[in-house]
């Protein structure tokens, strides 16, 4: 029995394909079917989970009742104060002491099926062309490494969530300069290969990201909003089923 978070997609999608100046120069007909023809929200979200977790590093620590400073001997005497009985300085029920349960050091990893893995990854990328967040480039056409040309591409593709490299807020004489808070992933760049060129284009620019298709997962794929692709990168992800 399917699971009632699994959506049957089937038909074909028409997704047009742009030249760099942002012009409609043709279209490609993506079967669903070339995808898996299913989106499952419950492996997706597993999928995430589990690339997040990969990503923590598990260095947090506490220090526990024996390993903070302080004596061990009893603070005062058990009987005959008038005061509550009390015992070494270093319980966690006295300011400077160590924790109760504090979390130590560990190792959050663990690992899906592959083939599970590559499903939730085939899942997203119909996902973004079903919701008709993919676009098409035919080619970037970049000769040279060049961050304001990759940012008139993007900006005819209408993508007007990229604006360009990224700024910086002038400081004034005297104050200390803030740390740039991080813009979130709006774009992600798919190339059939490693293209250093595309990719030193556009590693400059906020909220832009550049991946090989090999290097594909659905943490990656789903993160961003929208989804451009090379017509080269289109085809070797349909060809790797």
């Given at each position: 029995?399917?699971?009632p978070?699994?959506?049957t997609?089937?038909?074909?999608?028409?997704?047009?394909?742009?030249?760099?100046?942002?012009?409609e120069?043709?279209?490609?007909?993506?079967?669903?079917?070339?995808?898996g023809?299913?989106?499952s929200?419950?492996?997706?979200?597993d999928?995430v989970v589990?690339?997040l977790?990969?990503?923590?590093q598990?260095t947090?620590?506490?220090?526990?009742r024996?390993?903070?400073?302080?004596?061990?001997?009893?603070?005062?005497?058990?009987k005959?104060?008038?005061n509550?009985?009390i015992?070494t300085?270093?319980?966690?029920k006295?300011?400077?002491?160590?924790?109760?349960k504090?979390p130590?050091?560990?190792?959050?990893r663990?690992?899906?099926p592959?083939q599970?893995l590559?499903?939730?990854?085939?899942?997203?990328?119909?996902?973004?062309?079903?919701?008709?967040?993919?676009v098409?480039?035919?080619?970037f056409g970049?000769?040279?490494?060049?961050?304001?040309?990759m940012?008139?591409?993007?900006?005819s593709l209408?993508?007007?969530?990229?604006a360009?490299p990224?700024?910086?807020t002038?400081?004034?004489?005297?104050?200390?300069?803030?740390k740039p808070?991080k813009?979130?992933?709006?774009?992600?760049?798919g190339?059939?290969?490693?293209?250093p060129?595309?990719y030193?284009?556009?590693?400059?620019l906020e909220?832009?990201?550049?991946?090989?298709?090999a290097?594909?997962n659905?943490?990656e794929?789903?993160?961003?909003?929208?989804l451009?692709?090379?017509?080269?990168?289109?085809?070797?992800?349909?060809?790797?089923?």
């Amino acid at each position: 029995m399917a699971s009632p978070l699994t959506e049957t997609v089937t038909g074909t999608f028409s997704v047009p394909v742009y030249n760099r100046q942002g012009q409609e120069v043709g279209a490609v007909t993506v079967d669903a079917n070339d995808f898996g023809g299913k989106i499952s929200a419950r492996l997706m979200h597993d999928a995430v989970v589990m690339y997040l977790a990969n990503k923590r590093q598990g260095t947090h620590s506490t220090l526990r009742r024996g390993e903070v400073a302080g004596s061990t001997k009893k603070v005062f005497r058990q009987k005959g104060t008038g005061n509550a009985r009390i015992g070494t300085k270093r319980t966690n029920k006295r300011r400077g002491g160590g924790t109760s349960k504090g979390p130590k050091p560990r190792d959050y990893r663990y690992a899906m099926p592959k083939q599970a893995l590559r499903s939730a990854t085939r899942m997203a990328i119909l996902a973004k062309i079903r919701d008709n967040a993919a676009v098409v480039v035919d080619d970037f056409g970049l000769g040279a490494i060049k961050s304001k040309e990759m940012a008139g591409i993007l900006k005819s593709l209408n993508l007007r969530d990229v604006a360009g490299p990224a700024r910086t807020t002038p400081v004034a004489e005297g104050e200390t300069p803030k740390k740039p808070r991080k813009k979130n992933l709006t774009l992600l760049i798919g190339t059939d290969k490693i293209d250093p060129v595309v990719y030193k284009s556009a590693r400059n620019l906020e909220g832009v990201k550049v991946l090989p298709t090999a290097d594909f997962n659905a943490y990656e794929v789903l993160r961003p909003k929208r989804l451009v692709l090379t017509k080269a990168a289109l085809e070797a992800l349909r060809a790797n089923k």
